[in-house]
């Protein structure tokens, strides 16, 4: 009787959990090669370099990292020529990766709740931080750099994958001074004479906040970067930013540093989240001249929740509208809990939201776009801080609750149609990159490139799905000879 249970139970769920888990596992080795095992055709339109970057590594030698945001950063690039593929991967040589490779343990803290073994006292009052690397790889002013974002940029060598050393940007950026894991890029810079410029962010925490804006032109040099400081402690993974303003989430939480120094918590786990504050946004412009009388930094206010990622943002008259995905609260990482035995249906999903900041009188309204539990937003390139048509995220299988990653979905906000691909029951989805075809004009013509975990061989696939139509399955899917661990961000580059 309880194996029937047990059957009927899971069999109302699109994924078995631990299929799921089968995606965390380290993977230890390097590959070079050329992907010979290939579903239908990769586009020969479709030439560039798709990076990856993620934890690579949930041990050290055997001994289990507490949480994956915690593993070492590992870059992957499939990069794609005349309708093939070529693979390869690389962990970013990072101090602490060499050190804690050659010394087969555990030497650093995590952020999100690992410790070195031998209980609290053994780490205790140590504050160090290990640089890991894992969270973004962007290719911009011909540098590659592998982001973290609580410490500076590393780079590596776009070909070889090789780790040349912490990026600096001619020193504008000081020791240990971060550079956040969400740039945005502005695909035509009003006051650049519309060239491209990237735009990203650090965050110093404490009492009061510190916000730094950086602008970089297309040759890798800092040309503008300004501070803002802000009252209270703030957790700001991402931003948004239109033609003129960067958009924050000050999401309400309070930190705790005690637990953390006695060695009990990572810094992360010291987060609490407060449900009956306000979240505040933070609107900074991005050019503070005098001459342009603009005002400085505002600040409104909607109602609490979390964020970590925000699709998009347009100024549209006196409105900047952003779409963002939100959670009701922070998920508290327990300390005694295996993030592989986490319980879905025990947390809420991140759905879509659409605010409207209304500069005129510093109101905030708020509407659901989509209820469906989803996460990791993206669009065409060329409509960062412009309106959007089309957003590409990663969804879950079911239409409601809480549930793993397992599909794509594409949402026409002009029309309210949606689109989804599923992967389920054995699949389990990633980021979504969008890549314009070459000489396209629509918003949607073009492919939606990710990774995806395959269960049923324990291997992952490169998923080519077709812009303007998922509902016909995925263009090509390549099967690679291993899985790649679940990762966070990565991006495109037609190079
Ligand atoms: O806020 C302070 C400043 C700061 C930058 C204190 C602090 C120590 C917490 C801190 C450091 C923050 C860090 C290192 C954050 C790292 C975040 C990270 C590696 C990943 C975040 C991922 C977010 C999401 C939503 C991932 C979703 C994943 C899935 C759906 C699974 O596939
Ligand atoms: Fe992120």
Known sequence: ?????????????????????????????????????????????????????????????????????????????ITFSNGRAHFSNRFVRTAGYLEEQKAGKILYRGVFGTQKPGGWLANAFDFKLKNIANTNVIYWGNKLLALWEAAEP???????????????????????????????????????????CLVNFSIKPGLST????????????IIRKHAHSVPGFA????????????????NPVT???????????????????????????????????????????????????????????????????????????????????????????????????????????????RNLLESRCCEFPTLHPEKVGRSHRYLYIGAAHA???????????????????????????????SEPVFVPRPGSQKEDDGWVLALVYDASRDHSDVVILDGRNFNQGPVARLHLKHHIPYGLHGNFTPE
């Open 210 to 221: 510190t916000f730094t804006i950086f602008e970089l032109d297309t040759t890798g040099r």
């Open 154 to 196: 590393h780079r590596l060598d776009p070909h070889t994958l090789e780790t040349l050393g912490k990026e600096y940007f001619n020193g504008v950026l000081s020791e240990g001074e971060a550079f956040s894991a969400h740039p945005r890029f502005d695909p035509s810079c009003e006051f650049d004479d519309g060239k491209p």
């Open 255 to 365: 930190f705790n540093p005690i637990p953390f120094a006695l060695g009990m918590r990572g810094a992360g786990e010291c987060i609490k989240f407060q449900p009956n504050q306000p979240t505040r946004i933070i609107i900074i412009p991005r050019r503070t001249l005098a001459q342009e009388r603009r005002k400085g930094v505002q600040i409104l206010e909607t109602q609490s929740g979390f964020v970590f990622h925000h699709a998009n943002a347009f100024e549209q008259g006196n409105e900047i509208i952003i779409d963002s995905i939100c959670y009701e609260s922070l998920p508290e990482v327990e300390p005694e809990s295996d993030f592989r035995q986490t319980d879905f249906d025990a947390l809420k999903p991140g759905q879509l939201w659409r605010f409207h900041l209304n500069l005129q009188d510093q109101s905030v309204r």
């Open 399 to 429: 239409s409601n609750g809480n549930a793993p990653l397992q599909a794509f979905l594409k949402m026409d906000l002009e029309s309210g149609e949606r689109q989804l691909w599923s992967a389920a029951p054995r699949g389990f989805a």
């Open 235 to 250: 957790f700001i993974h991402d931003f948004a930013i239109t033609p003129n303003y960067c958009i924050f989430f000050h």
């Open 1 to 77: 009787f309880e194996a029937q249970e047990q059957i009927s139970y899971t069999s109302k769920k699109s994924y078995s959990r631990n299929d799921w888990q089968g995606g965390y596992k380290s993977l230890k080795q390097e590959f070079d090669y050329w992907i010979d095992d290939i579903e239908e055709q990769i586009p020969p339109e479709l030439k560039g370099t798709l990076f990856r970057n993620g934890p690579g590594l949930l041990d050290i030698n055997g001994q289990t990292i507490h949480h994956p945001f915690d593993g070492d950063g590992m870059i992957s690039r």
